[in-house]
DNA sequence: GACCTACATTGATGGCTGTCAATATTGGCG
DNA sequence: CGCCAATATTGACAGCCATCAATGTAGGTC
């Protein structure tokens, strides 16, 4: 990824160290929060775990209503947020939208902990 | 909530699948929905990187308010939910306490993304 | 064109959450 | 014992969020 500022551990006595800029960069962190909220909502990870296991890879959303115990643009609305956090991905075929993982979304997001 | 009157669509036809128990349970998706939920938040990702990237693996509170530009009792705050979500351990020494991230924890995160 | 179906959008609402100021607690020190 | 320093807790408040009802949009069918 990119360089971390060294900690230098020098200062004063014994509580501390000084801390001068954190490790992870308020926008950087800010960007990543952005995945994890898309993760924090047990009706979302449903969504994911669904649509992973689908077989063909790609569920429209009348399967993914009844499920959830959800109103349908109760889910509309969590689709959405889950496809502009790039984890999943919309086909729209004729009336119906497919969707699917987002190939490599998930793997990236357990990059950003191991990477933190 | 309560039961919902199941529409019969009569419309068996060609858009999906069944469709039954989703792939992960209720309780469980709320359960792993606290862990993302603890980390939904990009201040409390910049406490992990911080506490990460010390040298000695403990931190003390002084440490972390002044790099995130937050009042003492909001950093507080934000360690107490990732110590709750099982992120970090807390260590009481004297007036200070030292916090260290809990072993394990962020590969078991990142887990909880792979076995969706 | 008229109508139905699948999905998205809007508006409203109750609940949760991040933040701070003020206060309480606890340990160390004189 | 009295005081200070480090941390935790409480109360209050603004902003966000999950949900639903109602409505809008677009594709398919007759």
Redesign the interface.
């Known amino acids: 990824m990119n360089l971390?500022p060294i900690?230098e551990?020098a200062t004063d006595e014994a509580?501390?160290?000084p801390?001068?800029?954190?490790?992870?960069g308020?926008e950087e962190?800010?960007q990543?929060?952005l995945v994890?909220?898309a993760?924090?909502?047990?009706?979302?990870?449903?969504l994911?775990?669904?649509i992973?296991?689908?077989?063909s890879g790609a569920?429209?959303v009348?399967?993914?209503t009844?499920?959830?115990?959800l109103g349908q643009p109760t889910v509309s609305h969590h689709l959405k947020i889950l496809v502009e956090a790039g984890l999943l991905h919309r086909e729209k075929r004729g009336t119906?939208a497919y969707f699917s993982l987002a190939p490599g979304a998930?793997?990236n997001?357990?990059?950003m902990?191991?990477n933190?």
Not at 39 to 46: E, K, Q
Not at 66 to 69: C, Q, R, S, V, Y
Request: one cysteine or more; hydrophobic letters at 50%; proline letters at 8%.
């Open positions: 971390l900690l551990p509580c501390c160290a801390a001068g800029t954190p490790a992870l308020a962190a800010k990543k929060a994890f909220k993760l924090a909502d047990p009706n979302r990870l449903r994911l775990s669904i992973k296991a689908s077989s569920t429209c009348c399967d993914l009844d499920p959830l115990d119906w998930l793997d997001a357990a990059g902990l191991a933190l």
